[in-house]
């Protein structure tokens, strides 16, 4: 399903003023593409990939899955925790696990909290490792993969749900070069053969190429590319 972000305002309270991060900001990810999201720093990127994943409700505005408005001004926390579980995959510059499980019993754990039935939860899972590359680090615990293995066993475990958005934070920051490349195809590829309307902010235009669409982001505002 396509990602549409409408007329996304966002605006923090700064002191005695506010400061408004993101504004009026609107974009169509078309479902199975990746469009990229640069800018310089403080340009609001994180700020408006918050709004998108239903961190933070925006100020004004909306964004939608298809048909459906996901997160508005009034959308509860509650409601916004449960599409995000649902219908979102995440992925962040330093990923989180738990450092006694191994990668594939992450990915379980993930689908697992997600609801997911047991039965088909371990093949989908290690399907996933095969995919991004390291299904024979399956019984490795995240101390023992290199921080590449780590970034791909995170973009595993934002998909294992299946979700309609998958949205990437800086994938590439902690990579050289050619393994930053790399995973941008990575998840081009997937964003492709799963659907997901894919959503990755970075700083380095350099890695960009296999990207179906840029935008560029300046002083909270969008400029196309
Ligand atoms: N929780 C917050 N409260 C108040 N202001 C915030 C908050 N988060 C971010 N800001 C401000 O909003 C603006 C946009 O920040 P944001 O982190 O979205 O930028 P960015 O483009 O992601 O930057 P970077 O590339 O450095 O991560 C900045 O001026 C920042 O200081």
Redesign the pocket.
């Known amino acids: 399903m396509d990602l549409h972000l409408e007329h996304v305002t966002l605006v923090?309270?700064?002191g005695e003023s506010t400061?408004t991060?993101v504004d009026d900001v609107s974009l169509t990810v078309p479902a199975g593409t990746t469009t990229a999201l640069l800018?310089?720093?403080?340009?609001?990127?994180?700020?408006?990939l918050a709004v998108a994943a239903g961190l933070t409700a925006p100020s004004r505005g909306q964004v939608r899955i298809g048909e459906s408005v996901v997160f508005e001004p009034t959308t509860s926390v509650a409601d916004a925790t449960r599409v995000r579980r649902d219908r979102i995959g995440m992925v962040f510059q330093a990923p989180q696990f738990l450092g006694s499980l191994t990668a594939l019993e992450q990915l379980e754990l993930h689908a697992h909290l997600r609801g997911e039935k047991p039965a088909s939860l371990r093949d989908r899972s290690l399907e996933l490792l095969d995919a991004v590359g390291v299904v024979d680090h399956a019984a490795k615990r995240p101390a023992q993969l290199s921080g590449g293995q780590r970034q791909r066993v995170a973009i595993a475990r934002a998909l294992v749900g299946e979700p309609d958005v998958l949205l990437v934070d800086e994938p590439t920051s902690a990579l050289d070069h050619e393994r930053g490349v790399q995973v941008v195809e990575l998840i081009t590829g997937l964003a492709r053969s799963t659907g997901a309307a894919t959503v990755l902010?970075s700083?380095d235009s350099s890695t960009l190429a296999s990207v179906d669409a840029t935008v560029q982001?300046v002083n909270?505002r969008l400029d196309s590319a």
């Not at 800018?39 to 408006?48: D, F, I, W």
């Open positions: 923090y309270p700064d400061l991060a800018g310089p720093s403080g340009a609001g990127k994180s700020s408006l902010v700083h982001m909270a």
